[in-house]
């Protein structure tokens, strides 16, 4: 049969599915499915979408047999082809059934996925034991004709053993199936003969390259590497179905597939899927790593298998397993592979493998490479590195010991940068994951150590990054790199601020020599973050403020003598540490009124408040405080709109503020106990300690109106209580203890006394730790739309229209900006645009905890 029949035929055969009622399992049109099929483009160019919803939902009583038929009799024929020499002359029939089994699976799966009136049945089909099945029913005696064994129909059962349980679930027998592929001789692997010279068809572990866990490779050929490609895809589909789930109820959702896949296999096996996965990613050494313009030369391509490989290892460490019987955590096998590596040459091959991806865009900053052709998969591959500092210490450990973890610094901060100036807000799952990996390594004591040292060459750097008129130290570099994202980004980057603010925090107590311009950036944050238009805006923003004065608490109570730029700057700054003791939120909604005056005045409509505010303020407004706070001592910066809303989440997120302002007690109130914050949180999370500051009761409407549906009320009784908890009064007596110091200094070189006593400063001990990130229901649903985001858009410049993977179907996880536009990597204009701004809307901020505070 030739090319063009065997496409016609198969697209008659389809046909055929949708016409014909209940079709016997021994009837020849299944075989069909898995001989017809010459390419990818067969199988889902001529199985429309259509056509499969039509199989699942029109007419289910009928049409549902048809597609529980072609299940039974698809794994049947997997298993069939692995266990028994079908074709021992023919292994290239062998592995093209294989292959086209995979592939109708990989079609059909994503849509059982999306159907969420058929899941009670997915749930008994593939995850309760196996039971007889039935093709047709007697309507006359309103039963069953015949009951068999759907994957071995020739096995038969009476009526009175249709609740029999006749093997494991079906799910577990697909996955034992496909898993096992991956190590499947002659298909994934080269091939093997026994010794009478028939195909071998005993499942070997064998790592596909050498690296982690082999010193060894087996050389696989091309057409391994695609059959290693197609049984990765199937997987990545099976697990799938998170895609489909809301993001803000990831965290507690079930997903089977990954539940088995991550709990029940052997150790053996996930550790044989976690080496070959890692080497093939880390082995691979692009020109640069990104799309090419021919698809058809792509298929035949290693990097969609990189990609792949990469995708999957990500989706399978960062997957929460459900709680056990017992109500107590279960471990993720995956992550906890990734976790036991502890030599230090895998470490430094994993090392090499990362920093060739991420490396690529920094060191041909000043190529002649378009910037369209750089490369477009370092999201993957900042995940997996934040992925593995998270879960290896001994990770980590190695990369801040030798001094990589700098490199990673000049890494991290080119993607921050070159995101906060990507004005299509594309790049901010990026920033955010760039910055919350900072923060991982910035709670490390060595890293921190380390940012002492002197920044050379800074004008090497890509331009993005360069700092005008720079010298100081990594340390200087760093904290003058999270004031550029603080001062010069407006609303759309305030969900970083956070964890910008513990950056500089967990480093402080460590550095020493702090140039007079670090300071006084620092300085600059201040001004922003106490002025009355920021600090009042939403309940978490005095915890950022609270932050930076830990901060620079630390860096006064460790190292004082040390960093004598920082203490006059400080010392010049009293009066603004002055204004924040003495504000009241009386006094600054006085000073909130007048500023919308001034601009009312001056015809800036687009910013006065709304009328009913002053109603709400008399409900805040307390007699005047004895402390006669000037409010006009706090600084303005003049760049900066004081009336800027903190939006957080769209008007799909109905728990808006709240959701993340009930984090900082607890990272599962949002979402009751049934939330699994267990395997990556457990052991790792701080302890969270409750503070004394609640929620006031009474109102204060934003300037302007906000996206959540809960607005923030301040109180002076709020205001008071974080103020207290604050080390604002430790600051003030430091700097006037330092002013006592220069006095005093300045007339001992007027005498002829050469030891003068120098009084001490007295400075108490700043509470707490590091800060970490927390993981919360909020922040897990962002993250796993990020990663399956990517997935979703490989899949989409894969089969470009109503044809793809997942295009055709009702993704929940994520908002796509338009069905009706093409998906493509090269040209993301609506679809990393779309995903980009849906998450960041979506998880507007990332739940940072301090230990000490408990507060983000």
């Known amino acids: 049969m030739g090319v063009s029949e065997s496409k016609i035929a198969f697209k008659q055969t389809v046909s055929r599915l949708l016409d014909n009622r209940n079709i016997d399992s021994a009837h020849p049109i299944w075989n069909e499915l898995w001989t017809l099929p010459e390419t990818a483009d067969d199988v889902f160019s001529f199985w429309a979408a259509n056509d499969i919803r039509e199989l699942l939902w029109t007419h289910p009583n009928q049409k549902i047999r048809n597609l529980i038929t072609l299940l039974y009799v698809t794994i049947a024929r997997l298993e069939q082809l692995q266990t028994q020499h079908v074709f021992p002359e023919q292994p290239s029939m062998t592995n093209r059934q294989i292959v086209n089994c995979m592939r109708i699976l990989t079609r059909v799966i994503p849509f059982i996925h999306e159907a969420e009136n058929m899941q009670e049945w997915a749930n008994r089909f593939f995850w309760q034991p196996q039971r007889p099945t039935y093709l047709n029913w007697d309507r006359l005696n309103s039963r069953p004709n015949q009951h068999y064994d759907g994957l071995r129909p020739n096995v038969l059962y009476d009526r009175q053993d249709a609740d029999k349980e006749i093997g494991p679930p079906l799910g577990q027998r697909l996955l034992d199936v496909v898993t096992k592929y991956l190590f499947f001789a002659g298909f994934t692997l080269p091939s093997r003969e026994t010794k009478d010279g028939t195909p071998d068809l005993e499942i070997t572990l064998k790592v596909w390259h050498s690296g982690v866990g082999s010193g060894s490779s087996p050389y696989c050929t091309p057409d391994n590497f695609r059959n290693q490609y197609e049984t990765a895809r199937l997987l990545l589909t099976l697990a799938s179905r998170t895609m489909y789930i809301r993001p803000d109820q990831v965290a507690m959702a079930d997903n089977k597939a990954l539940t088995y896949l991550t709990t029940q296999l052997n150790q053996r096996m996930i550790n044989a899927i976690n080496c070959s996965l890692l080497n093939t990613v880390m082995r691979f050494q692009p020109t640069v790593w990104s799309p090419m313009i021919d698809w058809e030369a792509r298929r035949d391509n290693k990097k969609v298998l990189v990609s792949t490989c990469l995708q999957y290892l990500l989706v399978s ?17 995956f992550r906890n592979s990734m976790a036991s590596l502890f030599r230090p040459d895998d470490f430094q091959f994993t090392d090499r493998g990362i920093k060739r991806v991420l490396e690529q865009p920094v060191s041909s900053n000043r190529s002649f490479i378009p910037k369209s052709d750089k490369v477009e998969w370092a999201p993957d591959m900042l995940s997996f590195l934040w992925e593995m500092v998270q879960c290896n210490k001994k990770f980590r450990r190695y990369l801040c010991d030798t001094r990589i973890a700098m490199d990673y610094f000049v890494i991290l901060l080119y993607y921050v940068m070159d995101g906060i100036r990507d004005t299509t807000n594309s790049k901010l799952g990026v920033v955010r994951m760039s910055v919350c990996i900072l923060q991982s390594l910035s709670t490390d004591r060595v890293f921190a150590t380390h940012l002492r040292a002197p920044f050379l060459h800074v004008d090497s750097l890509p331009e993005v990054m360069r700092i005008k008129s720079f010298h100081g130290s990594y340390a200087d570099f760093l904290v003058c790199s999270m004031a550029d994202i603080i001062l010069t980004t407006e609303e759309r980057m305030e969900p970083v601020y956070s964890p910008c603010i513990d950056i500089i925090k967990n480093i402080a107590p460590y550095q020493k020599h702090l140039e007079r311009a670090t300071s006084s950036k620092l300085m600059r944050i201040f001004e922003k973050l106490a002025r009355p238009g920021y600090l009042l805006r939403n309940d978490g923003n005095n915890v950022v403020l609270k932050g930076l004065l830990q901060a620079c608490h630390a860096i006064l109570e460790n190292n004082f003598e040390e960093n004598p730029q920082f203490v006059k700057v400080l010392i010049a700054s009293k009066h603004r540490f002055q204004a924040l003791r003495d504000l009241t939120v009386d006094n600054a909604l006085a000073e909130l009124d007048r500023q919308a005056l001034e601009r009312k005045e001056r015809g800036d409509t687009a910013v006065v408040r709304s009328p009913s505010r002053q109603s709400s303020f008399d409900n805040v407004r307390t007699p005047a405080n004895a402390r006669a706070a000037s409010l006009h001592n706090v600084p303005e910066h003049e760049k900066l709109d004081d009336d800027q809303r903190f939006a957080i989440g769209d008007d799909e997120d109905e728990d808006g503020d709240g959701e993340a302002e009930s984090a900082v007690t607890s990272p599962m109130s949002e979402t009751g106990p049934d939330v699994r914050l267990s395997e990556r949180a457990r052991g790792k999370q701080p302890l969270l300690i409750e503070t004394t500051r609640k929620a006031s009761t009474t109102s204060l409407p934003t300037p302007t109106p906000m996206n959540t549906s809960q607005t923030f009320r301040p109180s002076q009784q709020w205001l008071e209580s974080w103020v207290s908890q604050s080390p604002l009064e430790e600051i003030l007596h430091t700097i ?3 002013e006592l110091r220069r006095r005093h200094v300045a007339s001992a070189r007027n005498s002829t006394s050469e030891d003068s006593h120098l009084p001490d400063t007295n400075i108490k001990p700043a509470g707490g730790g590091p800060a970490s990130f927390q993981w919360t229901a909020a922040a897990i649903g962002w993250y796993n739309a990020l990663i399956w985001s990517r997935i979703y858009l ?39 645009d779309a995903v980009g701004n849906s998450l960041a809307q979506r998880i507007g901020s990332l739940s940072i905890t301090s230990p000490t505070t408990g507060n983000k």
Do not use: C, W
């Open 317 to 333: 460490m960062v997957y929460i397993p459900p709680l056990g019987p017992d109500g107590k955590s279960v471990k993720n096998l």
């Open 736 to 738: 006037e203890e330092a």
């Open 794 to 832: 490989q899949e989409g410049e894969a089969f470009q229209g109503p044809n793809g993977l997942y295009s055709a179907t009702d993704i929940r996880l994520f908002r796509r900006h338009s069905a009706r536009e093409e998906v493509s990597l090269r040209n993301p204009k609506g679809a990393i």
